[in-house]
Structure formats: structure tokens, C-alpha cells
């Protein structure tokens, strides 16, 4: 239509538009691919004057509806969709609107980014086969500076920028699934399949305030809702070393009710490096452990949406997680099972009244049973385990939000956590058992208000301020306070904490496309139940809490610049945060001996004690941490992109001698890492080859035995098509077959094997998805 109008033929238009959305009319449309096919499952977003208002998704036919809540004459309405595999396409919003979607360059159909977003990039997940990734904590290193800890086949950790574990917040739907492994055997983001997920939202650095302890970052898994109609989509996923991955999905809705039901089965044998052996060769496995599936795992969910009325709607969902075997030879033991529950209802209501526009009520049930033994290792006797523990954990909590006006949204969370594990040693016929982790109850209540608003037509302000207490205190008789008097100097069992936390943005908009942005923020995280009140083991295995540790809190700047023009996008930023009272692993000096038959001693485990001048323990240092990271692409011709990104973390600390923390460098620190990639698409199809890079890491900790590791280098490529309702993608990683590691791997306690674990060798992979 450009050219058809103008001047106030133009205006005349745009008025009545507006006038027709300010109504409450409905927008429907549809959105297709360059054949004139629909494109099911695209994320369809309103915007209003640069934010997100609403959103929906496609049906099987690719139409859509929208309805909006009353909208302003005037205003700046726009309609964005984006779907997996293509380029995002944006058009201003009319009653009917259709938009055509091209195939994408690998970081357009992977990453959507704003200025100063809600979060720094969203990730769609149905698309996430163009890799590898055998899960989430794999998948998610796509994004510049997100990196993962190889602990075995799957179940890998996430690390932002240097912040990993209770550090960074994982969230599914905003609820808390934790893990119940101290050594992280189970993270957070295992406990989720990839054929639950719609989209993982990532935000780095100090700027979330809706959620209580993201000290460096939230990464909260979103899954799919059911849509309206009927679909049902099924797909399998295979590679190399025996991986297979059938799923299916299946959702039908009307306007008054709506349901979507899953399953999916993983599982895979361990996988070989690039000299040819098996992962399993590396670590202490008896001849038959050697040659047990890497992993088996059974997931299904449901979730239900009733429509209430045209302004409020109830969802209720449930999702298990049922894992067999794992093997895990970064560790000393491996995973017998570890089986997991989300419950989960949220209501929502919108366009109440002028004052409180929209309201959401949140609530969750969560548990992880974890069961782990050494019975496939060469140390059991006759098969059976000589070392086993038993953890288990349970969240339950929720959340009311509610946005206030144009600009405010306000709200209350709350949480309770359980945590306990129970050791077992067998020696000869005897088996002891100790209270590793002595069932500790954490209890936290916080507020919060953000706010965000258009200061001038180029000028845009976020911010938001937090407040937080929490309750931490051991629920079992059993806990060892003999052990946290001789190495802390206390027999504490209980902790409150109180702790603020708040940020401010500004984004600047430029002729040509450009932005600049920057912010300050500050937020805290109290320790977590094992960094406070573990204690386990005797000698010089023993790993003892810090009953005394403080709330950690990071304070932190960040600038960046972007362009975003047709054919070109760049986007860097560098931050710096300051941490004080940093939780680090240490070698804990003793403080107190014990009387023993008339001897002052350490004592043994029957007194609850250690014989050892040193512990593993935590302790509180000062720590900075700085770096940056970048994304680009370019359109060097119509169907061939450059795309590209690197990131680049430093993670220093202040020392303390007196609790043998020598070394000046934060361990597990990410070194500087590329990646490049030239793709071809034209319209249904695509092809990539790209390669990833990381520079040699020497700064390290030798305090805790960390080794530097070797750079590498790899290549890749893909290939894939989406066609109507078939799609697919295959390709092959690490094409020339190098034998690397990646450096996020030190002898990590209590349950350390002392080893690093290499990245697989070339291995194929490929994905066929079909809906009906």
C-alpha cells in the first residue's frame, strides 16, 4: 500500500485503524512462508510503543487471533511473529493482517533482541535440533556467553559469564525445580524436555527483580500452551553413539477449554571423543559399567487452560520426569534414578479497571528424588555399592503480580524449600549412614515493583526495586555442629537474612537504526542449604558448611551499542560487576580441636569430627568480574548470510591467606570464545558451515587443583528445510574429529572423580518433525 497514500490520506488511515483496535476489536491474520504455506506454532506478538501487550500462537493453518486489551487512538501498534527457522517479520496492526516469513540466518531464527528487553535474548526451542544438544544446558550455549560444565552424556550445568550453580537462577514457567545433588548431578534444567519448551528467556547481570536470588542471571524455561484446534505433532531425533529421542505432542482447544498432553524418551550409550574412546574409559568404570546406556529418561506432561470468561483464564499443569541410569564419570558415583514432579495452576485476569490493568496468581509443587551409587565402578564390591546417597528436595511457593497503570508492575513471591541427603558408606557387612545435608527448611517472602517507560519518542527508562527475607534452618537432630565448631567456630543450625535489590536502565535510540544502552544494577542470593550445613565425611575428605555466611551481593554496570538494519545487525556490550561477600570454595584451616581420651584431636567420624588440619568448606571473598560479549550478521547477498559472536569473561579475587584462598583468579572461568558461521537459505531450505573457537585458559585456581586447559577449534555443518507441515535438519558436529575439552571442569567436591571429561568426537545428528 506505500505510495497509495499520502499526507493526510495516510493520517486519515492510521486514525481509523486505531480506532478500530482501540474498540477491543479482535486482530486475526495469518501468518505463511514464502510457498504461500502457513507456518503452525509461530509466536505472534502486539506491540504497543515498543513493548509486548499480548501474544498468541498459530494454528496448524498458520491463522491466528489476538485480542488485545483497549488501545489508545494514535498509538504505535505493531504485529510481530517469528517462528523457528525464519526471519522475524514485523507489519503495522490493522483488523486482518497476513505476514510472510523468509527463511533465517542461524541467529535471527535463534535469538530475538531488543534493546533494553525484559530479557537479552529468547531462544525458540522447537527449532533447537539444528545442534547436537542432547538438553537444555547444552542447547543454551548458542548464546554469547552461556557455557556449560561437561559432567557426563547429559545433565550438563550452565555457566553465564562465570556465574553458574546458586548463582544464576533456573526457572521453569517462573516456578523453582531444583536439583538435589550438592554436586550437581541433576541441575535444574535436566529436569525439563526439549519437546515441553516454546522458548527460554535469558537475562544477564543484576537487572531481574521479579524473581529472589538472580545474582547473575535468571534463565527461565517457558513451555508450549495448548492452542486452539486440533494438532498433533510428533518427531524423532537420532545421532551418533546410539541417541534416539521419539516425541509426540498433542493439543486440542476451543474457547472454553484447552489441552495439551507430551511424552518423550531419551536415551544414548556413552559417546567417543575424538581419539575413539568412550567416555566411560576415562573414569574407575568395572568392565559392565563400561558398557551401560550413557542415559535413559521417560518424560510426559499435561497442562489444561479453562477460559473463565473473555478476560481470565485458569491453567493447571503436571509434568514427571523419570530417569534410569546415568553415568556420570566427572563424579564417583552415578545416577540410579532421579525422578521429578511439577505441579503448577496460574490465573490471569485482564483489563480489570483503570487502576490495576492486569492481575496473575502463580503457584507451584515441585520435588526431585535422587538416588546415586558407586555399584558400576570398579570400587564395588561384587556389584555392589560401597558409596551411596539419597537426596531429596521439594519447593513449594507461588507468586501475585499485577500491573498498575501504564508503566508500574508490582508484586509478592514467596518459597519454601526442603533439603536433605543421607550418606552411606559399606565397609565389610556395616553400613553407616550420616546426614550429609540434615533436612534444612529455607523459607523466603519478597516484593517487588518494576517499572518502564517512554521518557521522550527516542528514550526509554526500566527499573525495579526488591526486597527480600528468607528463614534457613535445620530441621534433623543429626546435624554435625561438632564439625561446624572445629572448623567455623560455631554451632549455629539457623539464619535469616533481609537484603534489597534494585536496577536502573536507559536506552537511546539513533538515526539509522542504532541504540545505544546501559545500566546499573545491584541484587543479592542467600547461601544455599549445602554451602551452610553440609558435612560429610572424615579426614582429609571431609566437606564441612559455613554456618556463618552472608547474603553474596553483586553490583554491576553495563553498556552496549546495537545496529539493526536490513542487512546488517551488531550488537556489543561489556560489563562489570563487583561481588562482595562471594561464595568460593575453600580449604578450610581447623579452629577448634576436641577432647578425646584425654587427647586434643580432630577426633573421627563417631564425635562428628575430622582428623585433618583442613576441610573443604565455603568462604566469603571479595571478587570482580568483567568482560563483554558481541553478536553480528551480515547479508552478503540475498540468500547468503555472515553471522558471528564471541564473549569474553575475568573473574579475579581478593586474597585471604588465612583461609588458604592464595590464588587471585575465581575458578571455572570461561575463556575468551568465537564462532562464525556462513549460512545459505532460500526459501524452504537452508545450509551452514560454521566453526566455534575458544582461546587456551591459564588463569586459573590452584587452590583447588584447577589445570589450565588447551584452545581448540571445530567445524560444523547443517543442513534443513521446513515444508509446509514437514521439516527437518541434519548435520554433523565436530567434522574433523578433534580430541578436546572445554575448560569448565576442576576437582569439584564432595562427590569429585578428579577427572575432566573430553567433548564428543564427529557425531551426526538429525531431526524430522511433521504436524498434523
Known sequence: MQGLFTGSSFVLLCLAAAATLASGAEIGGRVIDRTGAGIPAAMVQLIANGRAVTQTKTDVHGEFKLNPPE?????DYQVLAAASGFAPAIQRAESRVELTLDVAPYRQAMEIQASIPASDALLDFSGVRESSAKDLGEALTSVDGVWKIRKAGIANDLVIRGFQQNNINVLVNGSRTYGACPSHMDPPAQHVDFA????????KGAFDVANQGSLGAVVNIVTKRPDMGFAVKPAFSFGSFGFYNPSITASYGNRAVRVLGGYSFRTSEPYKDGSGRRFTEYANYSAAGRDQQSFTIHTGWLETQFSLSDRQQLTVGYSRQQAGLILYPYLQMDSDYDNADRGTFRYAAQNLTSGLRNLRVEGYFTQVRHFM??????????????????AKTRAIGGRVEGDVGRNWTAGVESYQREWALLGSMRMGGAVMVSPSIPDVRTQTLGAFV???RSLTERLQLTGGLRYDHAQMEVQSAQASTNLYYQFHDTRRTSNADNYVSG?????????????????????????????????????SGATVGNPLLPVTRNTETMAGWSLNQQRVYLRPMVFYSFLDNFILVNNQPQMNGVAMGGM?????????????????SFTNVNARMYGGEMTYGVQLSRALWLNGGGSYSRGTVTPRPMVNVRSGNIPEMPPLRGWSALRYSHRWAYAEFGTVAANRQDLVSTDL????????????????????????????????????????????????????VPEPGRNFFGQVRYTF
Request: hydrophobic share 35%; aromatic share 10%.
Open 71 to 75: 488501545m489508545t487512538p494514535g498509538g
Open 196 to 203: 515441553e519448551v516454546d522458548h527460554v528467556e535469558v537475562t
Open 373 to 390: 551409587t558407586d555399584s558400576r565402578r570398579s570400587s564395588a564390591m561384587m556389584g555392589n555399592w560401597t558409596m551411596a546417597g539419597d
Open 450 to 452: 518494576s517499572y518502564r
Open 503 to 539: 536496577n536502573a536502565r536507559l536506552s537511546y535510540g539513533l538515526p539509522r537504526s542504532m541504540e545505544v544502552f546501559a545500566g546499573a544494577g545491584t541484587s543479592g542470593r542467600i547461601p544455599d542449604a549445602e554451602e551452610r550445613y553440609i558435612s560429610r565425611g572424615m579426614g
Open 600 to 616: 586434643t584431636t580432630g577426633g573421627m567420624a563417631t564425635g562428628g569430627m575430622a582428623m585433618a588440619a583442613t576441610a573443604r
Open 705 to 756: 587443583k584447577e589445570a589450565p586447559t588447551a584452545g581448540y577449534a571445530v567445524l560444523n555443518f547443517k543442513v534443513g528445510f521446513t515444508h509446509r507441515k514437514l521439516s527437518g535438519s541434519f548435520g554433523v558436529d565436530n567434522l574433523l574429529n578433534r580430541y578436546y575439552y572445554e575448560h569448565l571442569s576442576y576437582y569439584r567436591d564432595p562427590f569429585a572423580a578428579g577427572l575432566k
